[in-house]
Nanobody, 126 residues
Framework: HVQLVESGGGSVQAGESLELSCDGI????????LGWFRQAPGKEREGVAV???????WYADSAKGRFTISLDNARNTLHLEMNDLKPEDSGVYYC?????????????????????WGQGTQVTVS
């Protein structure tokens, strides 16, 4: 049973940094894809960063150069380091896992292929 739990959210000023963590990854097969998504009020859930099952890393254009997705050495925790945060980065951040080996199509990160989701952690940038 896969249970993902995010932590690390909070309220920060623009330009500051946060690091999100997602526990429970250790129960997920190493061939599965892992990702971070976010959802702002009134908007659809959007992909932020993904590590596909083949190890390839993908970032949304809005995250490139500022966010870094990573797994710890034991593959137990998924991280998202976020630097130079902007108000438009605000929202609930979710980690997710997918049975699919590859989830990014045409360089687009979509929540559709993801099977398991955490409960989310709020990030507010002002």
């Amino acid at each position: 049973h896969v249970q993902l739990v995010e932590s690390g959210g909070g309220s920060v000023q623009a330009g500051e940094s946060l690091e999100l963590s997602c526990d429970g990854i250790g129960y997920v097969s190493s061939s599965y894809s892992l990702g971070w998504f976010r959802q702002a009020p009134g908007k659809e859930r959007e992909g932020v960063a993904v590590i596909d099952g083949d190890g390839r890393i993908w970032y949304a254009d809005s995250a490139k150069g500022r966010f870094t997705i990573s797994l710890d050495n034991a593959r137990n925790t998924l991280h998202l380091e976020m630097n130079d945060l902007k108000p438009e980065d605000s929202g609930v951040y979710y980690c997710a896992a997918s049975r699919a080996y590859r989830t990014v199509i045409a360089r687009t990160i979509s929540p559709g292929p993801y099977d398991w989701w955490g409960q989310g952690t709020q990030v507010t940038v002002s």
